[in-house]
Nanobody
């Protein structure tokens, strides 16, 4: 069974930085698309950023210019660099992945992803 495991969540002050990672249980697996989503208490899950296997990216407007999604080819891990964080970034962050064909305009579409991690908590204090 494929597992995605997130790490790097922490408590940080507003204006600070944090780096999240997402590893495959089987590093040999290759994905067409991977993405980060987040969910704050009482709110729906929302897209943060996505990336195709070829490196095309997409970002939610709320994080553009502050967050950077990337993938480490050697370790086959997904990363999210979070800079200039704000209290409204507080949420549980989930990584997601899917195989097959990945249309770049579906990178941030929640229901296109078949595999999900358990999440890592990010808390930003003012």
């Amino acid at each position: 069974q494929v597992q995605l495991v997130e790490s790097g969540g922490d408590s940080v002050q507003a204006g600070g930085s944090l780096s999240l990672s997402c590893a495959n249980s089987d590093p040999r697996l290759r994905w067409a698309c991977r993405a980060w989503f987040r969910q704050a208490p009482g709110k729906e899950r929302e897209a943060v950023a996505g990336i195709t296997s070829s490196g095309r990216t997409a970002y939610a407007e709320s994080v553009k210019g502050r967050f950077t999604i990337s993938q480490d080819a050697a370790e086959n891990t997904l990363k999210l660099q979070m800079d200039s964080v704000k209290p409204e970034d507080t949420a549980m962050y989930f990584c997601a992945a899917r195989g097959g064909y990945c249309a770049p305009d579906t990178l941030l579409t929640h229901d296109r992803y078949a595999f999900w991690g358990q999440g890592t908590q990010v808390t930003v204090s003012s």
